[in-house]
């Protein structure tokens, strides 16, 4: 069974660095896009960013210089790196991966992780 | 940025009526590929969103034959046929043509 499970949240400092984890299984991260969005009860949902099998990466102009979205193929495992965090970043973040079927790929996430909550405050 | 718009907000249904949710794009969603990505997801408290509908119409897999959806350009529409117990909670509509991907505010569907 496909399964995502995220990883990493706490209660960060403003300013503070902190790395998300997803840990996929069932499927191969480096085969899929695979996405991070976030959900806040003011905000609602909020897509963050992309990261393509070619290694090709989008982000929300918000984190554009502070967040970095990578994998590691060898742990199956996709990785948003947070840095500079602010108090608007806190949100739960999810992990979803990209719905591809063998023949084509579309622009929407199937399959999300249970989130994990980052808390940005002093 | 594509303004995603849903229509009602909340939606309060009786058992084994119909449903239907309202969403609207600030600019069309046909993108260069000649595709449009509009899809609807689904999201009981505690949990994390699922994928119902995708491109417009497609329904995903598992997901009820009693949901469905339709629409074109800026203007689309999911509708449950005969809502159940389990079709409680909040609907959403993403569009994914262009970045940023953009949702709806979320429509909250429960059972009179």
Same mark, same amino acid.
């Given at each position: 069974e496909d399964q995502l499970v995220e990883t990493g949240g706490g209660l960060i400092q403003p300013g503070?660095?902190? %790395?998300? *984890? @997803? +840990? +996929? *299984? #069932?499927? +191969?991260?480096s085969n899929n896009y695979m996405i991070w969005v976030r959900q806040t009860p003011e905000k609602g949902l909020e897509w963050v960013s992309v990261i393509y099998p070619d290694g090709s990466t989008y982000y929300l102009d918000s984190v554009k210089g502070r967040f970095t979205i990578s994998r590691d193929n060898s742990r199956n495992t996709l990785y948003l790196q947070m840095n500079s965090l602010r108090a608007e970043d806190t949100a739960v973040?999810? @992990? +979803? %991966? #990209?719905? @591809?079927?063998?023949t084509f790929c579309y622009n929407n996430p199937d399959y999300w992780g249970q989130g994990t909550l980052l808390t940005v405050s002093s | 940025d594509i303004v995603m718009t849903q229509t009602p907000l909340s939606s309060p249904v009786t058992l &084994? /009526?119909? =449903? $239907?949710? $309202?969403?609207?794009?600030? /600019?069309s969603l046909v993108h260069d590929d000649g595709h449009t990505y509009l899809s609807w997801l689904h999201q009981r408290p505690g949990q994390p969103p699922r994928l119902l509908i995708y491109k417009i119409s497609n329904r995903f897999s598992g997901v009820p034959d009693r949901f469905s959806g339709s629409g =074109? &350009?800026?203007?689309f529409t999911l509708k449950i046929s005969r809502v159940e117990a389990d079709d409680v909670g909040v609907y959403y509509c993403l569009q994914a043509t262009q970045f940023p991907w953009t949702f709806g505010q979320g429509t909250k569907v429960e059972i009179k």
């Open positions: 503070g660095s902190l %790395r998300l *984890s @997803c +840990a +996929a *299984s #069932g499927f +191969a991260v973040y999810y @992990c +979803a %991966r #990209g719905h @591809c079927t063998p | &084994g /009526q119909p =449903a $239907s949710i $309202s969403c609207r794009s600030s /600019q =074109a &350009g800026t203007d």
